[in-house]
């Protein structure tokens, strides 16, 4: 059971280059999270999707755009990278109201 | 605005001491509590969930704790050993308003448990 899978783990970029963020959970979830982790700032919601077909803005969302391709997969996308996107990238899924998130291990993006 | 607090936000403590990390948070309407930990250049790993509805919940030596009327939970550690080193997190359940969940996190607690 991989539970929550996210690729690539590294990723270098130009500023201005872009690229996407992939993300497949294998947990029939509905919900699906993208944070980003900042030294010092903690976990910051991106973007969020409550179920397939649906993406909403979460506190951070400028920059960035989400595909719920299907119930098993939720992308980032960075249409034009800036220095200030360097991060790391989380992405999480939940069940129900009342069950545990699950986290992938992560993308390590620097921005130059 | 839902806020979430770790005190202290580092720690370091000899092995086999009984250890306790704090989590406050400002509005107590929260669905449930998660205790996580996070090693170094990995993603977050749950320890402990805890229903609104709950006191507390145990795994192994972990016991954490939740009072959602003063905005608080503890993650109690018995017997620490060297292998408890990370940074642990703990995060708030709430609700959006277009009916779905969203965790708010604390910056974490960055723990290290010498030998």
């Known amino acids: 059971n991989a539970g929550v899978t996210q690729t690539p783990k590294f990723q270098v970029l130009k500023t201005g280059q872009s690229m996407t963020l992939q993300c497949a959970q294998d947990m029939n979830h509905n919900s699906m999270y993208w944070y980003r982790q900042d030294p010092g700032m903690g976990l910051r919601l991106i973007y969020y999707?409550?179920?397939?077909?649906?993406?909403d803005k979460g506190e951070v969302p400028n920059g960035y755009n989400v595909s719920r391709l299907n119930k098993r997969e939720f992308s980032l996308r960075l249409e034009s990278a800036a220095p200030s996107q360097t991060s790391v990238y989380f992405c999480?899924?939940?069940?129900?109201?009342?069950?545990?998130?699950?986290f992938g291990q992560g993308t390590r993006l620097t921005v130059v | 605005k839902q806020e979430v607090t770790q005190i202290p936000a580092a720690l370091s403590v000899p092995e086999g001491e009984n250890l306790v990390l704090n989590c406050s948070f400002t509005?107590?309407?929260?669905?449930?509590l998660q205790w996580f930990r996070q090693d170094p250049g990995k993603g977050l790993t749950s320890l402990l969930l805890i229903q609104s509805s709950q006191r507390e919940q145990t795994s192994g030596r972990l016991n954490a704790s939740l009072d959602k009327s003063s905005g608080r939970s503890t993650l109690y550690i018995a017997a620490s050993q060297p292998g408890d080193s990370a940074t642990y997190l703990c995060?708030?359940?709430?609700?959006?308003?277009?009916?779905?969940?969203?965790?708010?996190f604390g910056t974490g607690t960055r723990l290290k448990v010498l030998a």
């Open positions: 999480a899924s939940t069940g129900g109201r009342n069950t545990e998130a699950f």
């Open positions: 999707s409550a179920s397939e077909g649906t993406t």
């Open positions: 995060a708030v359940r709430t609700i959006l308003t277009s009916g779905t969940y969203k965790y708010i």
């Open positions: 509005d107590s309407a929260i669905y449930n």
